[in-house]
Each structure stands twice: as C-alpha cells, then as structure tokens.
C-alpha cells in the first residue's frame, strides 16, 4: 500500500507516464460508438448525460495565446450535455485522440446557475475566458453577457505528457480496454489534466482480470455483442504542488477518485462511480449506444 502511494506522488511530482504506462490504440483508430446516453438514480437524484464522439471536427476561432503556433483546423471532439439538479450543461472539448493533448474546452450552463467558460491550453498555461449574466441578462445569448473576465492558469514546468482535460478518459479507458492484457498482471497509465483551474496527475489502474457480462443497455447502428467483457479501471487523482486538491477532480459531475467498467468489444465505458454531493456515492450507467456503422 505505501509503495504505491509512494508511486502516486512521484507521478504528481514529475507528471510523467509511468514505465508500466499503457500504449493506445493505432493512429487513426476511431471507437465503434457515435453517442452514448447515461442515466444516475439516487433517492431523489436523477441526472442524465450523453456523450458524442466526433473523429473530426473544425474549431472554433481562437486568439487566447500570444506566441504560440496555431491551433490545428480541425481535431477530434467529445461532446457532452447533462441535466441534474435543476442545471443544463453543454460542453465541448478538442483534443488529439493519439497524444490526449487538449486544444479548446468550451462549457456553458444553464438552469440554476448561469454560467460559461472557456479555456484555450497554451504551452505553459491554461487561458480562461470566464462569463456570468447580469441582472436581466440569464436568458440571452452567452455573447451578450456583460460580466466577463479572463484568468491565466499556470502549468507547472517539465510536463513529460501533453495536458489533456478529464473529458477525454472517457474515449481513452474505452481504447484501453480493446487492447490484450497479460493475465493476473495489473497495469498503469498516469495522465496530466486540467480540471477545476489546477493540474493534477490522474493515475489509471487497470484490473488484470476481465468480467464476462450481458448487455444491460439499448445498441443502434449495429449488430449487439451477445456478451461483453468488462474491463475495471480505477482513476486515481493527486494533487500536483502544495496548493492542489485531488477533491477537485472532476469528470461528468463525479468527484474524487472514480471507477469505471469499460466494455472491450464496444470500447466504452458502461458505468462510471464518483462521488456526487449532496447524494454521495453514485453510478451513473449506460443506458442507450449508437454505433458509427457503415459511416
């Protein structure tokens, strides 16, 4: 045990990928879904996600970083919207599927909290652009908000990995879990990320031994696999300097450290356990895939 909290703060420390680190799918790769639909229920909680993966997709114009070269014309996008709690949330995030490297993350809520936010990573730090309406202003376009301000978030020196944005475990534990493992051996993969304004390192565990399950959710687009195997990845995050908080770490509305099942034929994850204030620990499932088919 104290060996591998010892490992995790060498990570943080160096943000580096472990030597035990595991490779990723072959360029070019795309996963097998298009969207995927999640349902939470707990006592009086309910929330909803969906999640749309595009291998393609333009950004949008950008002048948050003086100096630095230009953004690709188009990058990979994960899209998210949810609803829970009387909040709308809609986010998109461009990244490189093969470095994890995060470009632009936009979000914009709606509900009751008015709020948006988009952050450009830049080569050692993270510009903001941070929005909230005034007085009258909640149901207009986010462009016509008058309460505006930008923040630069530093990022620590010698990162040995591309920055990359909770968002994009989702698609990476799901490549992970297509590719073979030796058996009874576990496996680790840590990961630098921004999230809530602060870097932390997120140390993927791998369990060495795969679960045989029937599918529990709706497949379109596609034949259903008659049985799935289940691939267990913990994800682990830890503060980066003294300032950090591993509590901050967030990924669909889940907090600390978090657990998900990722089917290897669909490569997806399938459940996903955090905890979730006020309600505490929760598991938000997979309910509905579209698969990519033919496209």
Not at 8 to 16: I, N
Not at 128 to 139: C, H, K, L, S, Y
Request: glycine letters at 8%; proline letters at 9%.
């Amino acid at each position: 045990m104290f060996g591998v909290e010892r490992e995790l703060r060498a990570a943080a420390a160096g943000l580096a990928v472990l030597a035990v680190a595991l490779p990723v799918a072959a360029a070019g790769s795309e996963p097998p879904w298009q969207r995927l639909e999640f349902r939470a229920k707990k006592l009086f909680l309910s929330a909803d996600a969906a999640v749309e993966f595009e291998a393609s997709a333009a950004l949008p114009a950008d002048d948050g970083c003086a100096g630095r070269p230009a953004l690709p014309a188009s990058a990979a996008r994960i899209r998210i919207e949810s609803s829970m709690l009387g909040r709308r949330s809609q986010s998109s995030l461009w990244f490189d599927p093969e470095s994890l490297k995060a470009h632009i993350r936009v979000q914009e809520e709606r509900g009751s909290r008015n709020r948006y936010k988009r952050y450009t990573f830049c080569h050692g730090s993270v510009e903001a652009e941070r929005a909230t309406p005034n007085a009258g202003q909640a149901e207009l376009p986010v462009g016509e908000w008058t309460h505006r301000y930008p923040l630069v978030h530093d990022v620590p020196a010698g990162l040995t990995a591309p920055l990359s944005e909770p968002s994009v475990l989702l698609h990476l534990v799901g490549r992970l879990a297509a590719l073979p493992a030796e058996p009874g051996a576990a496996s680790s993969r840590t990961v630098p990320v921004f999230s809530n304004r602060q870097v932390l390192a997120v140390r993927i565990d791998r369990d060495p031994e795969p679960v045989p399950a029937v599918p529990g959710f709706s497949i379109a687009g596609g034949p259903p696999p008659e049985e799935l195997t289940l691939v267990r990845f913990t994800l682990t995050p830890v503060a980066v300097g003294d300032e950090g908080r591993a509590e901050d770490f967030e990924l669909l509305g889940l907090e600390g450290a978090i657990e998900i099942l990722a089917a290897r034929e669909l490569q997806l994850p399938v459940s996903i356990s955090g905890r979730l204030p006020p309600a505490g620990r929760v598991t938000v499932r997979l309910r509905h895939v579209e698969l990519r088919g033919n496209q």
